[in-house]
């Protein structure tokens, strides 16, 4: 009876860790993303300039 509730306590833990970790890494790799766009997005404007100018 032990083993099983340990299996179970450990089943039961796990996924909300994971779910931590991806929430995470979901925040981080959506402030990347939109980090690179609003650089991507400035570059193409600096590119932009310099040719009408």
């Known amino acids: 009876m032990k083993e099983d ?31 690179a766009a609003t650089v991507t997005i400035v570059l193409l404007r600096k590119r932009k300039r310099l040719k009408v100018n």
């Open 5 to 35: 509730y340990i299996l179970n306590k450990d089943i039961v833990e796990d996924p909300a860790e994971i779910s931590i970790i991806g929430i995470i890494v979901g925040i981080i790799s959506t402030v990347g993303g939109l980090g």
